[in-house]
């Protein structure tokens, strides 16, 4: 209150009006981040772009308002899934790197950063270079990063993730083994009580879950559940990424299921994904992923144990993630898949000529 009241306090042509602007700005980003409410990150948006509007080039901080504001708009991509929002942060951090001398201490993060939101372009639109340049800036901004710094773990937890999404889309087993080489190495540098401990035990994860369906060995497989198991004990249900490390553990859990079929690993991967789900917030652009990601592990345990509850239950969680989606978005033919697929199911367990109907209905969709 007393920071937006100096704000309005303050002529336009002062010269603390930018720092000002920019205060105020984070203020309400910091309030968003730890209570999630998208109006806080509104607010924060528009003051941080007044601080811009308001401070020439040649200000040293200026580079500091662009990448803030960047990464502001990405939070808000990562809510409401607008596309402008990605290309509006990615023209800022670029803008920011610009600004920011080679030698300059918050070069490197300001790399990393600009890699995150190229790397979320490539999974939103599937461009190649988008990850290229990910994957070449990650590493810059590790290299650049001092010795001993204290957020080279994190830079080097994001190089592991960018090789691991860049395999997943091309196969090239080099970035599999570099995914999961620089997770380890980020894992053995944070200390166990640094607050982004979780997040790196999660990266790393998913990339050795990944390995296991790459080239088969178990132990890959046992390890992904042990690391996932310890980034969820790490955090409390009002973590904001509880329900990211909650989804990787529940899809660790399904893939061990799948090769040992042992019905402990169905129920947890199921009860893990239910409290993923129940854990995000309406409206969140990754609610439709996660109830498909619960529809699948339902459909799975159906499959295995012939209990229609499991079927009836996966049916209404892909219905509720396909009308969470509008037409053209596209995470919409793989939740129209997982609905056709359970629809398919019901029909072959009940002879319901409807349920045959509306599969076949789904999949002209996906087509």
Known sequence: VKLKYAVDLTPEDHPNISKRLEDLGNTFHIRFERLGNLSDLEESIVYKHRANDSIPDENPDKATYLNNLGSALRARFEQLGEDGDLEDAIKQMRRAIELTPEGHPDRPMRLNNLANVLQDRFQR?????????????????????????????????????????????????????????????????????????????????????????????????????????????????????????????GLALLTRFQRLRERDDIDS?????????????????????????????????????????????????????????????????GCLCGLATALHSRFRHLGSLEDLEESISCDRRIV
Do not use: W
């Open 269 to 333: 991967a199921i009860a893990y994904t239910r409290r993923a789900v129940e854990l995000t917030p309406e409206g969140h652009i990754v609610k439709s992923l996660r109830l498909n990601n619960l529809a699948i592990t339902l459909q799975t345990r159906y499959e295995q144990f012939n209990v229609l509850d499991d079927l009836e239950d996966a049916i209404s969680q892909s219905r509720t993630a396909v009308e969470l989606l509008p037409d053209g978005h596209p995470d919409l033919p």
């Open 125 to 249: 639109f599937g461009e190649i270079r988008d990850i290229h340049e990910a994957i070449s800036y990650r590493r810059d901004s590790v290299e650049q990063s001092p010795e001993g710094h204290p957020d080279t773990s994190g830079r080097l937890s994001d190089l592991g993730a960018s090789p691991q999404v860049r395999f997943i889309r091309f196969g090239d087993p080099g970035d599999l083994e570099d995914a999961v080489t620089c997770g380890r190495r980020a894992v053995e540098l944070t200390p166990e009580d640094h607050p982004d401990k979780a997040r790196r035990l999660d990266n790393l994860a998913r990339s050795l879950r990944v390995r296991f369906e790459h080239i088969g060995e178990l132990s890959n497989l046992e390890d992904a559940v042990t690391q996932g198991h310890r980034a969820v004990d790490l955090v409390s249900d009002d973590h904001p990424y509880k329900p990211v490390y909650l989804e990787t553990l």
